[in-house]
Nanobody, 124 residues
């Protein structure tokens, strides 16, 4: 299994950037796909998840309304559109494939596979 993340770079506040994660070696449509990030000196945190079974999307409050996750099952690729990024969005972004679950209003992705990180730097 390989997850290949790309699209990171330097973006100005208020700009836009699209991350991609191409998956191979797994039944893509059977997995939940997610994006996580890790800022320097901080723990890795989840950003957004899409459940490939039904296409439903989930976001952390910090990015809701600004980021959009999508999935192209035919291309085995998941995307993260970052609109209006802020300096606090600067981090290494990782994609992951795993088991998705919900309970009430909570949602969770248990990663089974990780991609390599891609650095996103938001300049003010």
């Amino acid at each position: 299994v390989q997850l290949q993340a790309s699209g990171g770079g330097v973006v100005q506040t208020g700009g836009s950037l699209r991350l991609s994660c191409a998956a191979s070696g797994l039944a893509f449509g059977n997995f939940g796909m997610g994006w996580f990030r890790q800022a320097s000196g901080k723990e890795r945190e989840r950003v957004s998840v899409i459940n490939n079974f039904d296409g439903k999307t989930y976001y952390e409050d910090s990015v809701a309304g600004r980021f959009a996750i999508s999935s192209d099952v035919a291309k085995n690729t998941v995307y993260l559109e970052m609109n209006g990024p802020k300096p606090e969005d600067t981090a290494v972004y990782y994609c992951a494939a795993g088991t998705f679950s919900t309970f009430g209003s909570s949602w969770h992705l248990r990663p089974e596979y990780w991609g390599q990180g891609t650095q996103v730097t938001v300049s003010s």
